[in-house]
C-alpha cells in the first residue's frame, strides 16, 4: 500500500517568513495530492491540492510543487501570519481510493 | 456550504461496551470513510465504502468494527466491544468522486475508560 511521509514534524517560522513542508510517497499510481490544515480539536481542512498532471499549483500565499519522478511534493506558505499555524498534513490517494495521509506538521509562527 | 454531520461531538463509554458513531454525509455524495486519530497523530484510514457496500479496509478494522448506511442519510461505525487504546478522534468523510475532493465532518471524540 501508499506509504506517505512527511517533514519536519515541527517547524518555526518568524511572521513574515516562509515555511515549507516536504512530502514523499511510495506508490507510483497515486495521483492525488491534497494538503490539510487541521487547529487544535477540529476537523482537518482541505488548503490546497494538486493532480498529477501539474507540477505546481498556487492560491495566493500557498503553493505546492510535484515531483513525480522522484515521488515527493511540497507546501510552500510565503508570508506566514500567525493564523496560519496550525498542523499540516499531506495526503497521497488515486481514483476512488482512500487517501493516506502523512504524520503532520506542527506550524508555529511567531509573531 | 454543505457540510458532513457527526454525532455525537464527544463520547465516553466503559471497556468493553458496544459504541455506535454517527455521521451525516453531503447528500450527493457517493463515497464515505470513517478516518481515526489518536491524539497527536496522524489522520489513519479505517474504511472506505461506496454502493453499498465496503469497499476497502485497513488492518486497523478488524472484527470488532463494522460499518453501515440502516437508510438513505446515515452512515454508522459501530465498535462491539471497545478497548482503551480505540479511544481516538473518529472523523467521518464523505466525496463525489473518492480520493478528490474529501469533505471531513467534525469529529467524534471517544474516549474509553
Known amino acids: 500500500g501508499e506509504n506517505v511521509e512527511q517533514h519536519p514534524s515541527t517547524l518555526s517560522v518568524q511572521e513574515g517568513d516562509s515555511a515549507v513542508i516536504k512530502c514523499t510517497y511510495s506508490?507510483?499510481?497515486?495521483?492525488?495530492f491534497p494538503w490539510y490544515k487541521q487547529e487544535l480539536g477540529k476537523r482537518p481542512q482541505l488548503i490546497i491540492d494538486?493532480?498529477?498532471?501539474?507540477g505546481e499549483k498556487k492560491d495566493q500565499r500557498i503553493a505546492v510543487t510535484l515531483n513525480k519522478t522522484a515521488k515527493h511534493f511540497s507546501l510552500h506558505i510565503t508570508e506566514t501570519q500567525p493564523e496560519d499555524s496550525a498542523v499540516y498534513f499531506c495526503?497521497?490517494?488515486?481514483?476512488?481510493?482512500?487517501?493516506?495521509f502523512g504524520t503532520g506538521t506542527r506550524l508555529t509562527v511567531i509573531p | 456550504e454543505p457540510e458532513v454531520t457527526q454525532t455525537p461531538s464527544h463520547q465516553v463509554t466503559q471497556m468493553g461496551q458496544e459504541v455506535i458513531l454517527r455521521c451525516v454525509p453531503i447528500s450527493n455524495h457517493l463515497y464515505f470513510y470513517w478516518y481515526r486519530q489518536i491524539l497527536g497523530q496522524k489522520v489513519e484510514f479505517l474504511v472506505s465504502f461506496y454502493n453499498n457496500e465496503i469497499s476497502e479496509k485497513s488492518e486497523i478494522f478488524d472484527d470488532q468494527f463494522s460499518v453501515e448506511r440502516p437508510d438513505g442519510s446515515n452512515f454508522t461505525l459501530k465498535i462491539r466491544s471497545t478497548k482503551l487504546e480505540d479511544s481516538a478522534m473518529y472523523f467521518c468523510a464523505s466525496s463525489e468522486q473518492g480520493a478528490e475532493g474529501y469533505t471531513f465532518g467534525s469529529g467524534t471524540r471517544l474516549t474509553v475508560v
Open positions: 495526503a497521497a490517494g488515486r481514483g476512488a481510493n482512500n487517501l493516506f
Open positions: 506508490d507510483s499510481a497515486s495521483n492525488y
Open positions: 494538486i493532480r498529477s498532471n501539474v
